[in-house]
């Protein structure tokens, strides 16, 4: 067996205290402990050697000498279940299937630790390790599912059940699982005595000896009940019960007197029966003796008194039963009666009766007179006050009745009277410095009052020292109470009528502003806003939330006030919408940098001179669009200096051509893709629509002459053609709605492909409508219309024909993967069918026998067969038009055999009806001319030509992703073969062009013009900040690839660890390098002033904690170690994996001059 210690918080107190005496030194980081570390000793104390065998045993000494053993709390057991009981026998899935997934449940359930391991007997051996109470659930679960169960039962008397039930279930579920059994005990209303227990044999045992054991103590017990008046069971308990206790006491039994409020007069004796019968007879001679000796006296005592008479929990009554012997009859709460029975010896009646007077008149009920409102000031805050009168005497009760001008004192007299006196004296000084006021004030303003988190009834309360009693809302109470002192009253009695009447004065108003301004009025940080609020002090001003998208700004506060607030407010929204005038204006992306200008020279000017916002799009975006904003007039001004910029740069015009507004967005397209192709084609002009909404048909084209005339012609052109649009109708027969639908509507996209995109709807399917919409161009749907009703004759005329074809040569005229019928299909315009194969064509059978002129059918007519027609598996099915049908039939009946390339045959097969073979064979030989034709041009194509061009070019003539040599490629249609890198016996500087001679010749002009253009080119270096580089590469090389692309030059950039991290190169023809140039330094002073505030922010910044420097760690010190003591031993290697091995790793043996140890 095995176990775990676990170290409690007792235990490793007791540690620490056995570890006291030595004094464990930590080694600190200061410089005066640095040069004093703890010696080896003290770090690391020495376990206890050993003990001599002879010796005796002694306590071994040093630190450890004091640590108590502490006791394990995981325990193992070992379970066996024999072959016989297993329940999963199958010896093949040992550690699988069913018995596996049963232990991992019962562990996630349980929380112990399973092992199974198969014995030589077949049996299963279960280890268990875990907490006591984890085990014996496991072993339970364990026997329950894994072992096979029996079942027996025992029967023992039915009011033995629940002694083995036990208190709450506890004794019963404590058995199981001692037993590793099911218990079931029959209900009590179940007459039967028998218990049934379910478990493996030796368990059922065990619980069956446990119950019997059970049943057999109660067996020696017995029970005996006795009648007794119930007046007399206090004499038989004795006063506090003592009597019985007593008894029960003397004799060991258990004795049970019903409680007074029970009426029952039955006394229940439990117990050993000897002991029993002592006890009963005990009882019985006290009954006895008291029903001849005691009498009864009746007497008069108030109701209200019966309470003292009682006592606190009966306590009363007790004590005069210990002092008189006689027991004192109250009668019950709920009756009217007040007659008090004494019952007892005679000559003790009458100290009982004086004893009962006494409790009676010992109590008394008082009341002083009090306003109620001065109640919770007697009271005193947290019941102080009260609290000095309650110490002093404690059995005097005060209650204090709300809405009563009256507090009732209960208690002993005299105690009575003392704190009647002393609450008199407290009315009566409250009532001569305290005074109260009510007010009247609307209750809707009652919330105003009060103020947020009760701040203004708060301050009026602690600076009047007052009390103020507002209603709760759902009382709607205008009545507001203050009491306290007189002075404190009448100043808050004025303060609240001010407040109210100011109230009463005050309105809301609510002000529609767009949220959008919102922020704007609030401003930075709210600064704004809180110049409003100073200006306006009595004003509170209500933003909605942002999340509610209202408009509704609410003010509130005294009339003239709000009146002169909504004015301010109103013009200064005014300001915003002036100012936040927005117009559009697009402008040709190559103009851009001259209206930014050098170092945004242009824009700046433009910017505060016209006294507008201006945005540009960013470098790398495609979007051509500057927006303005600001005053109507000052963005009016702005536009037209910027238009004027591009005018001066550029031959570009404005057009205005007139467009029937209802037309507009059907020019403009989905998501604008009409009227974005008629800007592409038209080299990029402008095409301006009016707003949706104002009724202007002008439509706007800006850009160069040419192109806005060409684009002013194809605008107008698509206006006639979207004026000219109708709708029209026709009707097409439901049972063909199905062949224009199907395929996802493959017919109708054809048609509307082939006649300008005419839309056709056809009625829902289960509709029966026969009505079909065409809408599209007036020619179009006429011309649809047509087409439609073509495919309706076909329809209509469809016939079906049967070609009869021999099974074994369907796979023949289908071709490779049904490549040839799907040909003819489509040639034909027909659908062909071939029939499901025979697989095991049954041979000809002879004809029946007959027997006296009757068939062997028993009677039945026997089908007739003729042997000429044809089997259902050759028929063909052919469907279509007739004429197309029967020239489909005429294809399928020839069939032409090709010999397999490895046979190496000059010889063509064609099968098939006599009259088709002589065109077959006239198809095939024109096929042979052609295919010849194709290989004489073939050998023409394969002209080559070498050229050749110095490698350092080549990288050009291929372009940024082969893009330049691709385009020569596809115009000239040949091949470009560029020399292998690798290759080292070929010549780096041939180019081969493969292709027709004139086309060879073609290209290679083109490459030696990319040539000469290239010799042309200029490389120069320009100094840029490198903290720029990044701005002007853009993500992924977006930005630097359209400057390279518009200025048409290749830009290199120093790569990182350089010597000049700022040259950059640029290449190109001498002008183009030139521009490109000046537009990045005019890049390089934008973005650098954005680097420079960046750079002055990081000043103000927190350093990152990696940033800071840390002190290198000696780690931990010790003195006089054993590898300092001058011997071979020295300090262990940590990176030694065998001074310090990971656990589960095996370690490598030392490798020894003589071989490994043994």
Same mark, same amino acid.
């Given at each position: ?68 053993? #502490? ?57 268990? &390790? ?55 005990? %029959? ?34 017990? !017995? ?23 007593? =008894? ?118 008082? &009341? ?129 009528? /001010? ?21 704007? #009025? ?219 639908? *199907? ?44 087409? #439609?009703?073509?495919? #309706? ?38 659908? *062909? ?28 007519? !026997? ?12 028929? =063909? ?21 090709? %010999? ?13 009806? !006599? ?17 010849? !034709? ?150 390089? /002073? ?17 350093? &990152? ?29 940590? &990176? ?16 020894? %001059? ?5």
């Amino acid at each position: 067996m095995s176990s775990v210690a676990v170290l409690t918080q007792e235990s490793f107190a007791e540690h620490r205290s056995g570890l006291a005496q030595q004094q464990v030194k930590v080694a600190a980081l200061n410089s005066e402990e640095e040069n004093d570390p703890p010696t080896y000793k003290d770090a690391f104390p020495p376990l206890p050697e050993k003990a001599a065998c002879l010796e005796p045993a002694q306590e071994p000494a040093g630190a450890w000498s004091k640590i108590r053993p #502490i006791k394990a709390s995981v325990i193992t057991q070992v379970f066996h279940v024999p072959l016989e009981e297993r329940k999963y026998k199958d010896m093949n899935q040992f550690g699988e299937g069913e018995q596996a997934k049963i232990c991992l449940d019962i562990m996630q359930k349980t929380g112990a630790h399973l092992e199974l391991s198969l014995a030589k007997d077949q049996g299963l051996s279960i280890m268990v &390790s875990g907490k006591l109470e984890a085990v014996m659930k496991a072993r339970k679960e364990i026997v329950a599912r894994l072992q096979t169960q029996a079942s027996a039962t025992v029967a023992i008397p039915k009011e033995h059940h629940r002694f083995v039930i036990g208190k709450n279930g506890e004794k019963l579920q404590d058995l199981e699982l001692k037993t590793a059994t099911k218990i079931q005990i %029959p209900r009590p209303d179940d007459p039967s005595n028998q218990i049934k227990i379910t478990g493996t044999k030796e368990g059922i045992e065990k619980a069956r000896h446990e119950i019997l054991l059970i049943s057999a103590e109660q067996d020696k017990r !017995a029970v005996e009940r006795l009648d007794v008046d119930k007046v007399y069971h206090p004499f038989i308990a004795g006063p506090f019960n003592k009597l019985v206790s007593e =008894i029960m006491q003397e004799t060991g039994t258990r004795i049970n007197i019903p409680p007074p409020s029970v009426n029952k007069t039955e006394i229940v004796f439990t117990g050993e029966k000897e002991q029993l019968a002592q006890a009963v007879a005990r009882i019985k001679k006290i009954y006895e003796e008291k029903k001849k000796k005691t009498t009864t006296i009746a007497v008069e005592v108030k109701k209200s008194q019966h309470k003292y008479v009682i006592g606190p929990k009966g306590n009363s009554l007790q004590e005069i039963l210990e002092k008189t012997g006689v027991s004192v009859e109250i009668p019950p709460t709920d009756s009217s009666s007040e007659t008090v029975i004494l019952r007892g010896e005679p000559e003790k009646l009458g100290q009982a009766l004086t004893e009962v007077y006494a409790k009676a008149n010992s109590f008394t009920v008082s &009341s002083v007179s009090a306003p109620s409102w001065l109640h919770r000031f007697i009271i005193g805050k947290k019941g102080q006050n009260l609290a000095k009168i309650t110490q002093q005497m404690p059995k005097v009760h005060i209650e204090f009745t709300e809405g009563e001008d009256k507090i009732t004192l209960e208690g002993p007299t005299e105690d009575v009277n003392v704190a009647q006196e002393q609450i008199e004296v407290m009315v009566k000084d409250l009532i001569n410095r305290m005074d109260y006021v009510e007010i009247n004030v609307d209750h809707k303003f009652h919330r105003h009052l009060i103020g947020k988190n009760g701040a203004n009834i708060n301050r009026i309360k602690d600076q009047y020292k007052v009390s103020v009693r507002i209603p709760p809302d759902n009382e709607k109470s205008n009545l507001i109470r203050i009491e306290g002192d007189p002075q404190g009253v009448h100043q808050a009695k004025k303060e609240l009528l /001010e407040l109210a009447s100011r109230m009463e004065n005050e309105r809301t108003k609510d002000l529609i502003i767009e949220q959008r301004f919102h922020r704007t #009025i609030i401003g930075q940080k709210g600064e704004r806003i809180r110049e409003i609020r100073d200006k306006f002090p009595e004003v509170i001003i209500n933003f909605p939330d942002p999340a509610h998208k209202s408009d509704i700004v609410q003010l509130r506060g005294p009339k003239n006030e709000v009146e002169k607030c909504t004015k301010y407010m109103q013009k200064m929204v005014a300001d915003l919408v002036e100012n936040s005038f927005s117009i559009s204006v697009p402008i040709f992306k190559q103009f851009h940098k001259n209206i930014i200008g050098k170092g945004g020279a242009n824009i700046k000017k433009i910017r505060e001179e016209s006294n507008t916002k201006i945005d540009l799009p960013a470098e790398n975006s495609n979007s051509e669009t500057i927006i303005i904003t600001g005053k109507r007039a000052n963005c009016e001004a702005a536009r037209h200096r910027i238009l004027s910029i591009q005018k001066e740069l550029a031959d570009i015009t404005e057009v205005e051509v007139s467009i029937p507004s209802k037309l507009h967005n059907s020019l403009i397209g989905a998501k604008g893709r009409f009227i974005r192709s008629i800007m592409e084609e038209c080299g990029g002009v402008h095409i301006h629509f009016p707003t949706e909404g104002s009724g202007s048909d002008t439509v706007t084209i800006r850009g160069p002459a040419q192109d806005v005339e060409k684009a002013k012609k194809q605008l107008l052109h698509l206006a006639e053609e979207k004026d000219n649009v109708v709708e029209d109708f026709m009707v097409v027969d439901p049972k063909h709605h199905r062949h224009f639908v *199907i395929r996802r509507g493959q017919v109708l996209r054809e048609i509307a492909d082939e006649y300008g995109g005419v839309m056709v709807s056809f009625p829902r399917s289960g509709t029966q409508s026969d009505k079909v919409t065409l809408k599209g161009a007036k020619d179009c749907v006429e011309a649809a219309k047509k087409r #439609i009703l073509e495919i #309706i004759e076909d329809l209509e005329a469809q016939v079906t024909i049967e070609c009869t074809i021999p099974q074994k040569f369907h796979r023949s005229i289908m071709g490779p993967k049904g490549s040839r019928i799907q040909q003819i299909t489509r040639d034909y315009g027909v659908q *062909i069918k071939f029939p499901d194969r025979e697989e095991n064509p049954a041979p000809a059978t002879e004809p029946a026998m007959q027997e006296n002129g009757e068939e062997s059918g028993e009677g039945k007519e !026997a089908k007739e067969t003729d042997p000429t027609s044809p089997k259902k598996c050759d028929i =063909i099915i052919i469907s279509g038009r007739r004429e197309k049908c029967e020239a489909a039939k005429e294809a399928l009946q020839v069939n032409i055999q090709v %010999p397999a390339p490895e046979l190496r045959s000059d010889v063509i097969s064609i099968t098939g009806l !006599a009259a088709n073979l002589d065109r077959a064979k006239a198809g095939l030989l024109e096929r042979v001319k052609e295919l010849q !034709a194709e290989q004489e041009d073939r050998a023409l194509r394969s002209f080559k030509l070498t050229v050749t061009v110095d490698p350092k070019y080549h990288p050009k003539i291929i372009g940024r992703k082969g893009a330049v040599i691709t385009q020569i490629r596809t115009e000239h249609e040949v091949n470009i073969q560029f020399p292998d890198k690798d290759d080292e016996n070929q010549s780096q500087d041939q180019i081969t062009i493969t292709g027709y001679e004139k086309n060879t010749e073609a290209a290679r002009d083109a490459i030696m013009k990319i040539v000469g253009e290239l010799e042309q080119m200029v490389s120069e270096d320009v100094m840029l900040d490198h903290r720029v580089h990044a701005r002007i590469i853009g993500a992924r090389g977006k930005a630097i690839r359209k400057i390279m692309d518009e200025f048409k030059v290749d830009i290199r950039f120093p790569q990182s660890g350089a010597s000049d991290p700022n040259c950059v190169t640029v290449t190109g023809l001498p002008d183009n390098v030139e521009e490109a140039i000046d537009h990045i330094l005019n890049l390089e /002073e934008e973005y650098l002033a954005d680097v420079v505030d960046n750079e002055a922010m990081q000043v103000y910044m927190k350093p &990152s904690a990696h940033e800071e420097s840390k002190a290198p760690s000696k780690g931990f010190v010790v003195r006089d170690a054993p590898w300092a003591a001058g011997n071979n031993e020295k300090a262990p290697d940590m &990176s030694s994996s065998e001074d310090f091995p990971s656990f589960g790793a095996q370690v490598a043996p030392k490798t020894l %001059p003589w071989g490994p140890k043994r």
